[in-house]
């Protein structure tokens, strides 16, 4: 068979019944190869850190750059994906990120970092509503559920190998800062080659796909806070309520890990600094698929209390100099962001329909990234003038307290949080 026709008739499997499954997995590599870009830069941080001469309390703001323009990106992509299509959104994104790579491997200074960062961010958010609705529409209705986690598992998966990849690349080949985004151009290429013949359909039409109600309140805006159809409100806000601390938790291990390393545990390796990354992110994976079967309540409850967990094993890291202690905090909070998401992506595609999915997406990515750009800024400044240790027990305390408060929100709402689906 040509892939000519592979595409034709995958395309006729869109329209008229279910496609293969392996098309399910190819439609979630978009997602996976933009998160590759997503963390690709954390272990360099350290070596831009040393030739640039920037502070820890620059360092978070370089880093929440990257969630200044995913925010924006959210306002924007799921609603026009929802309008237009998936392809029209993930291609131009794709494109972005290429730009970034090309502008990370020749930074001369902090300006470049940041446009960087903001493109990153950019395309990220395109990808997190626009590819991730895209999973969910390649398997069909009835395959929903098994959307939902390949498309958080490969968000997860692709935001650990980027640090793993940079860690060994940058360590082991000439052009410590260029290597690792020549490698992540190849992926984000094969990513469009999968974009261009992706079973979904090329429009998704006018973004109604609500009730009556929903149109009523101005469904019709290209630009807005993304929000949920009328009935969902209250599935998006326990997702967000475990997802936000969790990738809040695992944001501020990406942002100030290298430099917990290099400063309290004696180690400046870039490898180090991106196993480490890895192992969260490989941990939030792995939890997905050990939890797929269990309850969403079970699910989400879980997420919370590892989130929680991870915070104080953050604090017990900075203050023994321990390598288990962080080790153990990346993977407990690797664990809570990867229950988190699952949780709120499967209630998200239990109870809203296709024609506002994307947006949903966004939606809960808003109310995830919104603390995640913000609190991590304010440690990395909050550490610049007490320490690095005070300003770290600060944070992890206060996250813990969030994420407990996530979890008392599920637990609380147990009739509100259906088992399956």
């Known amino acids: 068979m040509t892939t000519a026709t592979a595409g034709v008739r995958a395309r006729e499997a869109a329209d008229g019944g279910e496609v293969p499954v392996r098309w399910i997995w190819l439609a979630a590599w978009p997602v996976t190869a933009v998160f590759v870009l997503s963390n690709a830069a954390t272990p360099l941080y350290v070596l831009w850190q040393r030739e640039m001469g920037f ?245 989400l409850a879980a997420g919370a209390g590892a989130t929680a967990l991870g915070m104080a094993a953050l604090v017990c890291a900075v203050h023994t100099g321990s390598v288990a202690a962080l080790a153990g905090a990346a993977a407990l909070a690797g664990a809570g962001q990867g229950m988190g998401q699952l949780g709120g992506l499967s209630l998200l595609n239990s109870a809203v329909p296709g024609a506002r999915l994307a947006e949903a997406n966004a939606a809960l990515n808003v109310g995830g990234y919104l603390p995640a750009g913000l609190l991590p800024v304010s440690a990395g400044f909050l550490s610049d003038a007490v320490g690095l240790t005070t300003g770290a027990t600060v944070f992890g305390t206060a996250l813990a307290g969030l994420a407990l408060a996530g979890g008392g929100v599920v637990l609380l709402g147990r009739g509100r949080v259906p088992s399956a689906g």
């Not at 309008?83 to 502008?103: D, F, H, I, Q, S």
């Not at 590819?131 to 390649?138: I, N």
């Not at 082991?172 to 080659?193: C, D, I, K, Q, R």
Request: net charge positive; glycine share 16%; hydrophobic share 55%.
């Open 55 to 299: 502070s820890r309390g620059t360092l978070t703001v370089v880093f929440a750059c990257y969630i200044a323009g995913l925010l924006g990106s959210l306002l924007v992509s799921g609603v026009v994906s929802d309008r237009v299509g998936r392809k029209p959104v993930l291609l131009p994104a794709l494109g972005l990120a290429l730009v970034a790579c090309l502008v990370f491997a020749t930074a001369g200074g902090v300006g470049a970092l940041v446009a960087a960062r903001l493109c990153t961010g950019v395309a990220v958010g395109a990808v997190v509503s626009a590819g991730m609705a895209a999973v969910t529409d390649v398997a069909g209705p009835g395959r929903r559920r098994l959307a939902a986690l390949l498309a958080s598992c490969a968000m997860v998966s692709g935001a650990g190998l980027g640090p793993l990849l940079a860690g060994v690349l940058s360590e082991t080949l000439p052009g410590p800062t260029v290597t690792v985004f020549a490698v992540e151009a190849v992926l984000l290429a094969s990513a469009v080659a999968v974009v261009l013949r992706m079973p979904v359909r090329d429009a998704r039409g006018d973004g109604d796909g609500g009730s009556d109600g929903d149109r009523g309140r101005g469904v019709g805006g290209w630009v807005r806070v993304p929000g949920v159809p009328r009935g969902a409100g209250w599935q998006l806000a326990l997702g967000i309520a475990v997802f936000a601390p969790g990738i809040t938790a695992t944001s501020f291990v990406l942002s100030l890990g290298p430099s917990l390393l290099a400063g309290l545990l004696g180690t400046g390796s870039r490898v180090v600094s991106g196993a480490l990354a890895f192992a969260m992110f490989l941990c939030a994976t792995g939890v997905q698929f050990a939890v797929r079967r269990l309850g969403r309540r079970t699910v």
